[in-house]
């Protein structure tokens, strides 16, 4: 089964709207971390938001949150007041248990920002 | 203060060849992790060096080997290039357990 799975492939906003991208996951650790990252047509992968499976509160970054409802196992991102910029793929990735364990990432959604 | 850093940034090699990717990690980090990300597809977990060691690894060939130096700088060596190689090779930096920061990544192509 996949770990990480993000539904949508692409999606078009337009410029200075909210989004929502898509994140579920599967796990049976009680102690997981959550990451989304941003990676321009440039190839590197920017962090932008960290949600841990005790943490009771939603992450938020800036313009970034992050809704997450453990019950339903997803973790999705928000972008507040879209920017061109914005455009890029989006990876939801999750590291399980404790320690440094490895990034299990999605399949990414692609992100168009329209004037 | 230097982000993760990594060399070269494109890289043109034939099948059967032998490559050699370097990484230096963000200041203050002494985690190295290298993934490999085929065109379309996320991120797959190579492996991880911590204290000179490799700690993990994912389900790659040992074709795929690295070395962690005494400065926390990283190689990824792969030996007996396929074309099924050609990839984005991402290496990740961390302090212990806190968040992995990426480098700008290599291209890699095999022809």
């Known amino acids: 089964a996949q770990k990480i799975t993000q539904t949508q492939p692409g999606m078009f906003v337009q410029e200075k709207e909210a989004v929502t991208l898509d994140c579920t996951y599967d796990?049976?650790?009680?102690?997981?971390?959550l990451f989304w990252y941003k990676q321009p047509s440039s190839g590197e992968m920017i962090f932008l938001i960290y949600?841990?499976?005790?943490?009771?509160q939603n992450a938020t970054e800036g313009r970034y949150s992050l809704n997450f409802q453990k019950a339903r196992k997803s973790a999705n991102l928000v972008i507040s007041a879209s920017q061109l910029g914005d455009s890029a793929m989006y990876f939801c990735?999750?590291?399980?248990?404790?320690?440094?364990?490895?990034?299990?990432f999605g399949k990414g959604t692609r992100l168009s920002v329209i004037a | 203060d230097a982000g993760v850093t990594q060399s070269p940034t494109h890289l043109i090699k034939t099948r059967g060849q032998q490559v050699t990717l370097r990484c230096s990690p963000k200041?203050?980090?002494?985690?190295v992790s290298w993934y490999q990300q085929a065109l379309g597809q996320g991120p797959q977990f190579i492996f991880q060096?911590?204290?000179?060691?490799?700690?993990q690894r994912g389900n790659f060939p040992d074709r795929f080997s690295g070395h962690q130096f005494p400065n926390y700088s990283s190689e990824l060596n792969v030996n007996a290039l396929l074309l099924g190689d050609s990839a984005l090779y991402l290496c990740?930096?961390?302090?212990?357990?806190?968040?992995?920061?990426f480098g700008p990544g290599t291209r890699l192509t095999v022809l």
């Open positions: 200041s203050g980090h002494d985690t």
């Open positions: 796990t049976s650790d009680q102690s997981y971390g």
């Open positions: 060096y911590y204290e000179e060691e490799e700690r």
């Open positions: 990735a999750m590291r399980e248990g404790r320690g440094n364990t490895p990034l299990v």
């Open positions: 990740a930096s961390s302090y212990f357990t806190d968040t992995q920061y």
């Open positions: 949600q841990g499976s005790y943490d009771e």
